[in-house]
């Protein structure tokens, strides 16, 4: 009962990282910023809103939804285990593959030709970091000997698998946007890219999804190194994670595309070589 009751507290979870993600940017920018619920105003205030035209593909209509959907259901996984079965985190790859798939669906069945270049931007880092992503999970997998994420056994995993935390944490940044590897959402370049045409409704499932990465990829770094066996040990971990994003964003400058794609290419030989470390026998326990 705790699960479920954890599984709906998600959305108003997101709404709060995201406030105080924007909060700390500005303190850091010695900014005072905005109040902690203003997500939560943002959001509803997309909800009340009516379309500008009248929108006939079904593609667009779908894409923000299905977006929406494919990234919560992340959270039946991430961190308390919802539903779980022999080699579940294979589903929870082929989850956030789905979730970057519609997001690049949204753009290019958009009008604009700022959504359709965000929409190639990430295809282009896309082909990379899921399978960096793909690679650490695997890896964590075998380095523990289980079967899924429910018997997950991973107390200090970031003190055994040091490489592999360290890709996790660049792969988050791509997936959440966070500077330097946020060139599929620049403002400055392509007017946030994907979302540029969508009203409305569609819009705010378009924000709810980025607010409902930014808690996941905040939860999964914690769950695959530090484990829930310690829930302080293990929020600690989570807001390190969520510190990390923050502060990339608030410090550093954006990637080009063959710049990010560059580093992610770095970032994928990494958690290969990992990989190949963990599969010769070459770790500690966990």
Not at 95 to 122: K, N, Q
Not at 211 to 230: D, H
Not at 271 to 280: H, Q, T
Request: proline fraction near 5%.
């Amino acid at each position: 009962m705790d699960s479920w009751l954890f599984l709906l507290a998600v959305p108003f979870l997101a709404i709060l990282t995201e406030g105080l993600y924007r909060k700390l940017i500005a303190r850091m920018q010695n900014r005072v910023g905005p109040p902690i619920a203003q997500p939560l105003y943002d959001l509803l205030k997309l909800w009340g809103k009516k379309p500008l035209r009248k929108e006939n593909d079904p593609f667009f209509k779908a894409a923000p939804v299905l977006y929406f959907l494919s990234h919560f259901a992340l959270f039946l996984f991430v961190p308390l285990s919802i539903v779980s079965f022999s080699y579940d985190f294979i589903l929870l790859i082929y989850l956030t593959i789905l979730g970057s798939a519609f997001f690049i669906l949204a753009g290019v069945s958009s009008d604009s030709p700022y959504s359709v270049i965000a929409s190639m931007r990430e295809m282009i880092l896309m082909v990379v970091y899921e399978i960096t992503l793909a690679i650490i999970l695997v890896t964590v997998f075998m380095a523990s000997g289980a079967l899924s994420l429910a018997g997950l056994d991973v107390s200090f995993g970031f003190a055994t698998l040091p490489l592999a935390a360290l890709c996790l944490l660049a792969v988050g940044m791509v997936e959440i946007h966070v500077t330097p590897f946020d060139t599929a959402s620049a403002k400055a370049e392509i007017l946030s890219g994907v979302e540029v045409e969508y009203p409305g409704k569609k819009m705010f499932f378009m924000k709810s999804t980025s607010y409902l990465k930014k808690l996941f990829y905040s939860l999964l770094w914690p769950t695959l190194f530090v484990g829930t066996g310690n829930w302080l040990l293990f929020g600690l971990g989570a807001f390190g994670t969520f510190f990390v994003f923050t502060f990339s964003q608030a410090t550093t400058p954006r990637y080009r595309v063959d710049q990010a794609f560059d580093r992610l290419l770095i970032v994928m030989v990494i958690a290969l070589f990992e990989f190949i470390r963990v599969s010769w026998g070459f770790v500690w326990v966990l």
